[in-house]
Nanobody, 127 residues
Framework: QVQLVESGGGLVQAGGSLRLSCAAS????????MAWFRQPPGKEREFVAA????????SYADSVKGRFTISRDAAKNMVFLQMNSLKPEDTAVYYC????????????????????WGRGTQVTVSS
């Protein structure tokens, strides 16, 4: 059974950085797409970034492009989200997601395309 466990969230001032980690277990992920989504207070869950496990192809939401970087460590079954130049509007619960049929490419990167989810980690950016 796939398990995804996020860590690394916290409180940071605007302009600061955080690195989120997602520990994945229970499968061989070579055919999977991995992604980060976020859910701001009172809003719907939204796509942040995705990566294909085998090829390392990535995609980003326009709102984070140039500030966030998704990566994976295949040897450790870990996925990371490096977040720089954080803004108050980045405040959200961040979720790690995985699915063998999803893709970093649209239209296969929506939240409905991912079947496995972690419990989330809170990121709060103060102004």
């Amino acid at each position: 059974q796939v398990q995804l466990v996020e860590s690394g969230g916290g409180l940071v001032q605007a302009g600061g950085s955080l690195r989120l980690s997602c520990a994945a277990s229970g499968r061989t992920f070579s055919s999977y797409a991995m992604a980060w989504f976020r859910q701001p207070p009172g809003k719907e869950r939204e796509f942040v970034a995705a990566i294909s496990w085998s090829a390392g192809r990535t995609s980003y939401a326009d709102s984070v492009k140039g500030r966030f970087t998704i990566s994976r460590d295949a040897a450790k079954n870990m996925v990371f989200l490096q977040m720089n130049s954080l803004k108050p509007e980045d405040t959200a619960v961040y979720y790690c997601a995985a699915d063998p049929l999803a893709s970093p490419l649209q239209p296969m990167r929506g939240p409905d395309k991912f079947g496995y989810w972690g419990r989330g980690t809170q990121v709060t950016v103060s102004s």
